[in-house]
């Protein structure tokens, strides 16, 4: 990360309140990641490391990517899964893929296989039910993506059954208020991108910044 532009590392922590949650699920605790654009040059391993060892140390329940892996080209993917095998989860890992991972050529096979040959389940307009069917863990196509198709999935569930929904994009917010979700977990934004003292987020897109949120689930 810039030595200049770049704020220290920091985690947020939000306890989560979803109407209908089975007592089973109360205080399950999740952790995102967002947006490593690894590269080798702006995140180092060794702040990689430190990110792991910090989501690690939380003890997720589960722990979800939410896109946005490489810049450019794929090909980092799999260094950056050799870390990602190090992480650690009760009930798996979860991911979607972000614009710049389906961008380049073949971008979208490469970064998929190299999480799913650790053991990282990837969500392409898909469901999976880490947690158990009561609580539907939705990942949707990325936003810019021509397959971008929410009603092809969100009309699997019924409206009655509480669910997440993993999008990189957070601006599928306002076309995701046809269905319900109880809690969209996003990245693209890289946390606000530059804060100015004084003046709030700025207009400059150049630092990398990884989003880390462990998020307890409560009724």
């Known amino acids: 990360m810039h030595r200049l532009l770049s704020g220290p ?19 399950k605790k999740l952790v995102q990641m967002s947006d490593f654009h690894y590269d080798g040059l702006p995140f180092s391993d060794k702040m990689l490391e430190r990110v792991i060892a910090i989501c690690n140390e939380a003890q997720p329940d589960l722990v979800i990517l939410t896109g946005d892996y490489v810049t450019t080209t794929p090909e980092p993917i799999h260094h950056l899964a050799k870390h990602f095998n190090n992480l650690e989860s009760n009930c798996g890992i979860y991911a979607v893929l972000g614009n710049h991972d389906i961008c380049y050529g073949n971008s979208k096979s490469q970064i998929t296989t190299g999480l799913e040959n650790i053991g990282i389940n990837v969500l392409w307009s898909q469901i999976a039910y880490p947690l158990g069917n009561e609580l539907p863990l939705v990942g949707l196509t990325d936003f810019f993506s021509k397959e971008f198709n929410p009603a092809r999935v969100m009309n699997q569930v019924y409206n009655n059954i509480p669910r997440l929904v993993l999008s990189h994009n957070p601006d599928t917010a306002k076309i995701l208020k046809t269905w319900r979700v109880d809690l969209q977990l996003s990245g693209h934004t890289h946390g606000g991108q530059i804060i100015i003292p004084g003046l709030g987020p700025g207009l400059v897109t150049y630092n990398k910044v990884v989003e880390k949120i462990p998020i307890k689930l409560r009724r």
């Not at 590392?9 to 205080?27: D, M, N, R, W, Y």
């Open 9 to 27: 590392l920091t985690t947020e922590k939000l306890t989560v309140k979803i109407a209908g949650l089975p007592a089973s699920l109360q205080g």
